[in-house]
């Protein structure tokens, strides 16, 4: 079979929607085998995240369509992403999309299959009928449908924030992700300058004083990339890092450093000092080495493959100077850029990673010296991984208070929670604690 983009999106939407296969790495797969050109490449990409962003709005709009059941693994997934094409991408016509749809359908159903007809029935259907939405007066279900979130998470954002906010939010979810960069401390300027000769536009962030806004993609392709003058990282990401106070001679602790952008960073400011990046799996520790190599600040880190939560064991009472726990979270806070986030994760599993969150915090802190730092991140915006690992952590460790920071262009009283729609960046909460004197 020539692959095409369509047949490499419908492939991938296959095995991600069918088999929970990872959208990252299922589509990268498919990719690396067809070889195709950076344009097809780009709208496979668009097509595969786009419909599993919008699969409920999609959903919706087969309602009262489909006569027959969908026996065929390859109909709902085709007909998904050919109603994404129809709704929200302008540039393809709509004969172009059935068109496609057709082809699509005689080269992946079965011998004699009806699928094309049935295809090709729903869709202009689709078509003549138009787009249908749930009533505006039941405003969790409507925004459900209209932004494509679940129920339970629209919900809860109206309960945490209102429903104006919420409206706010959701649709910026649903914009695309910026291209961030991290530039390395050294040569600043000069890599500025170069990504300006190389057409990438880049703009100064309006969060971060180290990272650059690029006008597009394909920044890992380049020679300032592999050369460690910059990294891809969200501009609220890397304020995690900037809440410590260096002064470049400490012992760090990263407590769960993979891939090792942030470990990377504090390695950055440390002239004389020196970083430990755990993580509790070996392979992914080959990501944070590779990360330094490549950014070159190798010979100020090691690593360590052990669970945060068994930290000290390994180490020393007071060891370390300075601790991050950039802890692994729902990534309500990557919803943008990771649309299946919001289909894979519950309610409960926000107090389930809570007690994982304060469990780490229990085992690194006796770790930290006194007046040390202790920095915790995390790539969510829920109040049970935030606020309250907070408030708990600190009635369970007295000798510990929060302590004011700046970071980046912003500066907060000891913790600090950036919402998605705040800036169009990924959503981020940092606390800063110090161990009391």
């Known amino acids: 079979m020539t692959k095409t983009a369509r047949s490499i999106a419908l492939e991938t939407l296959m ?110 259907a689709f078509v003549r009928r138009g787009e249908v939405l749930p009533n505006k007066k039941d405003e969790v279900e409507y925004l459900s449908v209209k932004e494509s979130f679940p129920k339970w998470l629209v919900e809860y954002f109206i309960k945490n924030w209102g429903l104006k906010k919420t409206e706010k939010m959701l649709i910026s979810l649903n914009q695309p992700a910026k291209n961030s960069v991290r530039l390395a401390l050294k040569d600043q300027k000069q890599t500025f300058f170069q990504l300006k000769k190389l057409g990438f536009n880049p703009e100064p962030s309006a969060l971060a004083s180290d990272s650059v806004i690029l006008s597009h993609g394909g920044i890992v392709d380049t020679s ?5 003058k910059l990294t891809v990282q969200d501009e609220a990401a890397s304020l995690v890092v900037e809440a410590f106070d260096f002064k470049g001679d400490e012992e760090v602790l990263d407590a769960c450093s993979a891939p090792g952008g942030k470990t990377v960073q504090i390695a950055e400011h440390l002239p004389t000092g020196h970083v430990t990046a755990l993580d509790i799996h070996k392979k992914k520790l080959n990501l944070v080495h590779q990360n330094a190599e490549r950014m070159d600040v190798a010979d100020k880190v090691s690593t360590k493959a052990i669970d945060a939560r068994k930290a000290d064991e390994c180490f020393s009472k007071g060891e370390f100077a300075k601790i991050l726990v950039d802890a692994p979270c729902s990534g309500l806070g990557l919803l943008r850029r990771k649309p299946e986030i919001r289909y894979s994760k519950t309610k409960q599993d926000l107090v389930n990673l809570q007690k994982i969150q304060l469990d780490i915090l229990e085992h690194v802190s006796g770790l930290l010296a006194q007046n040390g730092e202790l920095v915790y991140s995390t790539c969510s915006i829920s109040i049970q991984e935030n ?29 600090l929670k950036i919402l998605p729609d705040s800036y169009g960046s990924d959503g981020f909460f940092i606390a800063k604690f110090k161990l009391r004197g």
């Open 15 to 124: 095995s991600v929607l069918q088999n929970k296969s990872y959208s990252n790495l299922s589509l990268n797969n498919n990719l690396r085998q067809a070889k195709l050109s950076v344009a097809d490449q780009n709208l496979a990409t668009n097509l595969v995240y786009g419909t599993i962003q919008y699969k409920i709005y999609l959903k919706y709009q087969l309602k009262g369509l489909v006569k027959t059941k969908l026996t065929e693994n390859y109909l709902e997934p085709l007909l998904l992403m050919s109603i994404y094409q129809i709704q929200f991408l302008d540039k393809i016509p709509t004969r172009a999309v059935l068109d496609e749809a057709n082809k699509l359908a005689k080269k992946f159903g079965k011998h004699h299959s009806a699928g094309y007809r049935i295809v090709n029935g729903i869709l202009r």
């Open 224 to 228: 300032l990339f592999k050369e460690g």
């Open 387 to 415: 606020e309250e690992v907070v408030e708990k952590f600190l009635k369970s460790h007295p000798n510990f208070e929060l302590s004011k920071f700046k970071a980046g262009n912003l500066t907060s009283n000891g913790m």
